[in-house]
């Protein structure tokens, strides 16, 4: 079996075993455990706990590997594989009761930097939803049995999503920057969970996604299920602190690129 397969199985194992945890202890009831770089950015002890089992069942299972979680950082491994870890992805939907949350695992090849790291394995799990996605690199994006593909045509514009950051000083910023987008737009979503948003992309129910500023857990995995359901994922102002993701199929994504990157 080839390394990206192998890599994936597992992520998809652990993240289930992961989503079950989150989901108990949601119905548990939710106890907020501190805030981060806001107010409005939160972690539960459950968000704690799901990042100490993924990395309890990674370390068993590869003890040579990296990892890079959102909760507790970052340890270096031997092997040239990082784990990119985002425990409960939609932290804020979790604490008020909204579905749309998810474990994120992926597995990555290089430097653990989203400019140079290679994915090669992901798998997005949504318990309250039901729905697990997972991609290896060279092998698709997959979810229940089902191939997923990006959608190639927008007759009637595209149906996008996006997120805000959890600092009010960027919001202004950011509704302008969706001003600038609802042209080619549909409509636009904002579910609140950005690997969710990726993966939806990968599974033809949106058709491009940008956001500002997300931090590497968020999107590791759910990049690999959009190139690996034929889309596009690409990120601009990568050295500044709020680079912006955008993905969606080709032909959206260069939509997208071409409204949102001033260097064009
Ligand atoms: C957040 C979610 C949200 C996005 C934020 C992320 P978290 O992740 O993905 O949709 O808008 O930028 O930080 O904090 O819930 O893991
Ligand atoms: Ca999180």
New binding site residues.
């Given amino acids: 079996m080839s390394l990206a397969l192998e890599l994936s199985e597992l992520a998809t194992e652990i993240a289930r075993e992961a989503g079950e945890l989150a989901r108990t202890r949601r119905q548990e009831g939710v106890r907020l455990a501190a805030t981060k770089s806001s107010l409005a950015?939160i972690v539960t002890d459950a968000?704690r706990e799901v990042e100490a089992l993924i990395r309890a069942r990674l370390r068993a299972a590869r003890s040579e590997d990296g990892f890079l979680g959102?909760e507790t950082g970052a340890e270096g491994g031997s092997s040239g594989i990082t784990w990119v870890v985002?425990p409960?992805?939609?932290?804020?939907?979790?604490a008020y009761g909204i579905p749309a949350?998810n474990v994120s695992i992926a597995a990555v090849r290089g430097e653990p930097d989203p400019r140079s790291w290679e994915a090669l394995a992901g798998a997005v799990n949504a318990p309250a939803l039901g729905e697990i996605f997972t991609a290896a690199r060279g092998h698709g994006a997959w979810s229940d049995g089902n191939r997923l593909a990006v959608t190639d045509e927008t007759p009637a514009g595209a149906l996008l999503a996006t997120?805000?950051?959890?600092d009010p000083a960027t919001h202004e910023g950011d509704l302008a920057t969706v001003g600038r987008v609802m042209p080619m737009a549909r409509d636009l979503r904002r579910?609140?969970?950005?690997?969710l948003?990726l993966a939806y992309v990968a599974a033809g129910r949106l058709d491009g996604y940008f956001?500002r500023?997300?931090?590497p857990?968020?999107f590791a995995a759910g990049a690999l299920l959009v190139e690996e359901a034929g889309g596009v994922v690409s990120r601009i102002d990568v050295d500044s602190s709020r680079p912006m993701l955008i993905a969606g199929g080709p032909d959206v994504h260069a939509q997208l690129v071409a409204i949102l990157d001033e260097k064009h």
Avoid: H, P
Wanted: glycine fraction near 18%.
């Fill in positions: 950015d968000d959102e985002d409960i992805d939609g932290t804020v939907n979790y949350y997120g805000f950051g959890y579910m609140g969970a950005a690997a948003d956001e500023g997300l931090r857990w968020d």
